[in-house]
């Protein structure tokens, strides 16, 4: 049983560019949460999906934005990047039923931006 | 928004001793995990534990809710057990807010 899978595992981009991170869910699991995580911090939530539509956003900008596709994949989309978005990037997927409780989290994305 | 601390922020071990680590919180929750986050970056869930308390192995949590905060205990401590270990909460809605964590070394 295939747990989370976020690709890549490893991004360098240069100040000003646009980056896609991608998730792929447990199977079972219809919802994805994002979270960035700095280095030597907690993770911070960004957004959640659920029937590929955002369903909670924490306190990011609008550069910050997301998608869910029908098999319950996720994208996390940031444009004109800046250094403080340097950061490890979390998927975490569940089941609606379960709220949080259920999360399974991916290993990440870690993104450097130079 | 809810704030969570964590205490201590690192931890020495030597193999074998006993550690208890702390997460305080400012609002009531319906919602507290404690997670240990690996060196590949994955956060595994260890407890579930709004209230009340819970053991699984060597570990045990205890969440004393209406005094807002939560113990982890790691008991024979084993170098495995190295990470950084995370407390998180959630109120409402379907995020959760993490503490600043508590970075474990644990030497043989």
Redesign the interface.
Known sequence: DAGVTQSPTHLIKTRGQQVTLRCSPKSGHDTVSWYQQALGQGPQFIFQYYEEEERQRGNFPDRFSGHQFPNYSSELNVNALLLGDSALYLCASSFSGQGTYGYTFGSGTRLTVV | GIQ?EQSPPDLILQEGANSTLRCNFSDSVN?L?W?HQNP??????LF?IPSGTKQNGRLSATTVATERYSLLYISSSQTTDSGVY?C?V?NA?????????TRLMVKP
């Open positions: 969570v919602n995990q997670f590949w970056g994955q956060l595994i869930n579930y995370f998180a959630g809605g379907n995020m959760l807010t993490f503490g600043g964590g």
